[in-house]
């Protein structure tokens, strides 16, 4: 995600323009998604075109300090619950205010990733086969549910 075009967008906007590609692009079938500046540090480097931006973890080489920015927990959704070799399940949200991703494991663990991009909180169904799980989605929010095989 290149941070410098949405200098004035706020973390939550950029950590919800993260889940949204990575959603959307894993739904519709790629496979991996690479963040070539995921880590920078306090000035935006390193950088060769002098584009200085941010980074869901910015590093202060001075201090040692490390921020841990909201899209690299919005990132975490995706990567800490799809397994390598996971494949993609059908979903549809009747809205656009949600986006929605899901997947099943190799293990047949089942794995759904949730972005509200609205002002608003929203209900949600989880439905597979005759079961559901319902539940509230608040205004800006990312969850996962994980259902396990």
Not at 119 to 147: F, K, M, N, Y
Request: glycine share 8%.
């Amino acid at each position: 995600m290149e941070y410098s075009r949405f200098a004035d967008s706020d973390e939550v906007q950029k950590a919800e323009m993260y889940a949204h590609d990575m959603a959307g692009n894993l739904s519709a079938g790629v496979e991996a998604e690479l963040d070539w500046n995921l880590i920078l540090d306090e000035n935006g480097d390193p950088n060769n075109v002098g584009n200085y931006c941010a980074a869901p973890i910015m590093c202060d080489i001075g201090s040692g300090a490390v921020e841990k920015r909201l899209s690299y927990y919005y990132i975490g959704h995706f990567s800490r619950y799809i397994r390598c070799g996971a494949k993609v399940i059908a979903t549809t949200s009747y809205t656009d205010k949600m986006d929605v991703a899901a997947f099943v494991n190799p293990d047949g663990e089942r794995v759904a990733v949730f972005l509200n991009k609205s002002d608003e909180d929203l209900e949600i169904t989880l439905r597979e086969g005759g079961r559901g799980i319902a539940a509230a989605l608040p205004a800006h929010s990312i969850a996962t549910v994980i259902v396990s095989g």
